[in-house]
C-alpha cells in the first residue's frame, strides 16, 4: 500500500518542507522532518505498518515542535535586547542638520544627509541655521542650534 511506503512519508516531508518556505511560521518545518523520519524509520524497518506510522509521526512532531521551535526561532527572529538612552541605531545623533523651514511652538523641518526630517528645539531656528541633531523619538529630532550648549534641546 503506497500510504505505508517510505517514499510516501518522504514525499510528505518534501511538500511540508517547500509548505514552510512560503509560511515562514516555523511550525511545518517540524512536520516535514518528523515525515522524513518516519520515512527513515521505514526504511530501516523500525516501524512497520500505517498505524505505527501514524503514532511515530504524530509524537516526533509534537516532540520536535515542542522542544525546538523556541530554540529555531532565535535564528530567524533574532532576540531582543534592552538598551539605553544613549544608544543611537540611525546613526543620527551627533550630525549636523540644516534647517529648511522655520520653528514655530518649537517645531520645524531639517534636512540631515539628504534626508528631511521633521524636528523640534526649545531655539527659536531660521532656515539655514546649522543645528546638531541631540535626540530622536520616533520619526521626530531633538535638534540644538550648533552653538548652544548640550542638554539646551527638547
Not at 514655530?104 to 531655539?123: E, F, I, Q, R
Amino acid at each position: 500500500m503506497f500510504l505505508e511506503s517510505p517514499v510516501f512519508w518522504a514525499l510528505i516531508g518534501v511538500v511540508l518542507l517547500i509548505a514552510e518556505v512560503f509560511t515562514l511560521n516555523l511550525v511545518l518545518v517540524f512536520f516535514g522532518v518528523a515525515a522524513l523520519f518516519v520515512s527513515a524509520l521505514t526504511v530501516e524497518g523500525t516501524v512497520e505498518g500505517l498505524a505505527e506510522q501514524l503514532v511515530c509521526f504524530s509524537g516526533l512532531s509534537v516532540l520536535f515542535l515542542v522542544s525546538l521551535r523556541r530554540f529555531v526561532s532565535r535564528w530567524f527572529k533574532g532576540s531582543a535586547r534592552e538598551g539605553s538612552a544613549s544608544e543611537d541605531d540611525s546613526g543620527l545623533l551627533n550630525r549636523r542638520a540644516q534647517v529648511t523651514t522655520a520653528f514655530v511652538n518649537g517645531a520645524g523641518k531639517v534636512l540631515v544627509g539628504g534626508t528631511a526630517w521633521d524636528a523640534v528645539s526649545d531655539a527659536e531656528l531660521a532656515p539655514g541655521d546649522t543645528v546638531k541633531v541631540t535626540g530622536r523619538s520616533g520619526i521626530t529630532l531633538t535638534v540644538t542650534p550648533l552653538d548652544a550648549p548640550e542638554g539646551s534641546g527638547r
